[in-house]
Structure formats: C-alpha cells, structure tokens
Antibody
C-alpha cells in the first residue's frame, strides 16, 4: 500500500527551528516528486516545497531561505528543516506524493495525516 | 498564478446538482486538479488534468474546462459529499497554487 506518515511536529518559539520527517512506504521517494503542503488553522491549503526525483528543490516565496527540503533514499524519507520560524508558520504540515500523468507532475495523489507545528510568540 | 474559486460557501440538499467554479489568473491549459477535504482529514484527489476521474472516485463527480475557467460538478449530491473542495493548478514553471476552497454545506 502506498502511504506517507509525517512526524516531528510540535510547539516551538518564534525564531526557533524544527525538522519534520515523512516516511514513505509502498514506493521509493527517489522515484517521485515529493512535496510539503501546509494548512493554517481554519484556512486553505498552501504548497510549501518540492523535491524532484532528480534532486532539484523548489520553495514557496513565503518560506524561501528559511525552509529546506531533504531526501534520504536509504531511509525512504523526506524531511523539512524549518528555521527562523514565525507565528504565521503555524499550521498542519502534510507530506504528499506527487502524481505523474501525461508527462507532467505537480498534483498530490497520496497525502499523510499531517503533523501540527505551532509557533508561539 | 492565482486561483479563485466561487462560491466560497454553497448550501445544497441531498440530490441536488452542484457546480463549483475555479478561475486561473492566466492559462494553465488542462493542468488542474480538484480535491475533497473533510474536517480533520487530509485532502483526497478527485480529478486530475481537469477532467480525469481518479481511481475509486464516484462517477457523480466530473470536471471540465481548460485555459482559465474550470468547473467541478456533482451530479446528485450525497450525504458523504458535504466537505470543502479545492482546485489546484500544476505547471512545471510555476509554484503549485490552490484555490481558497468551497465549502459545501447542508441546506
């Protein structure tokens, strides 16, 4: 069964750091594009970062320079290192596998249950 | 690319035909998906490439459109369909962006 499970969320002070982890099963993270998507309380979905199967990384403007996405093929995990956290980073963070069809990826066909990050001021 | 959904909230009854619209600030061709999200749950992929139904999704869901205007239609609303729906565009050259969501409520 294809699935992803997030961990590592918690309460952190403004300016602090946190590292989220996403453990995949049923597929190899090295073969897929993997993203992090977040959802602030009562709000909509916001894409955060992606790591391509080739290793390229892209970020939303809101996290550029503060967040870094990593991949560990041996552990089959994708991590999100979050530094200089702000109150508006408070959200439920989802790990998502990207689907691929008709020559293009970029949509999310497998989501985890999410891990909560709360930044206190 | 900005995605705008309408309406933000929709009140409907079981059996109703429901249509949600998603507009893109510039053409996304057919690179658009729809998700369903229930409270406390992760989003679920319903439709990709504007009109292709994901495996296991009931046939009462359908998607259409291209360029900048898209619709999600539920042909006969069922109790399990009360949820929030999001559109999202995908394009290699631009960040993935979501609409703000449409909440489908019981009338």
């Amino acid at each position: 069964e294809v699935q992803v499970v997030e961990s590592g969320g918690g309460l952190v002070q403004r300016g602090g750091s946190l590292r989220l982890s996403c453990a995949a099963s049923g597929f190899n993270v090295g073969d897929k594009y993997m993203s992090w998507v977040r959802q602030a309380p009562g709000k909509g979905l916001e894409w955060v970062a992606v790591i391509h199967s080739g290793g390229d990384r892209k970020y939303a403007d809101s996290v550029m320079g503060r967040f870094t996405i990593f991949r560990d093929k041996s552990r089959n995990t994708v991590d999100l290192q979050m530094n200089s956290l702000r109150a508006d980073d408070t959200a439920l963070y989802y790990c998502a596998k990207e689907g691929y069809s008709y020559g293009l990826t970029g949509y999310f066909d497998c989501w985890g249950q999410g891990t909560q990050v709360t930044v206190s001021s | 690319i900005q995605m705008t959904q309408s309406p933000s909230t929709l009140s409907a009854s079981v059996g109703d035909r429901v249509t949600i619209t998603c507009r893109a600030s510039q053409s996304v061709s057919s690179w658009l998906v729809w998700y369903q999200q229930k409270p406390g749950k992760a989003p679920r992929l319903l439709i990709y490439k504007a009109s292709i139904l994901e495996s296991g999704v009931p046939s009462r869901f359908s998607g259409s459109g291209s360029g900048t205007e898209f619709t999600l239609t539920i042909s006969s609303l069922q109790p399990d369909d009360f949820a929030t729906y999001y559109c999202q565009q995908y394009n290699y050259y631009s960040p993935r962006t979501f609409g703000q969501g449409t909440k489908v409520e019981i009338k």
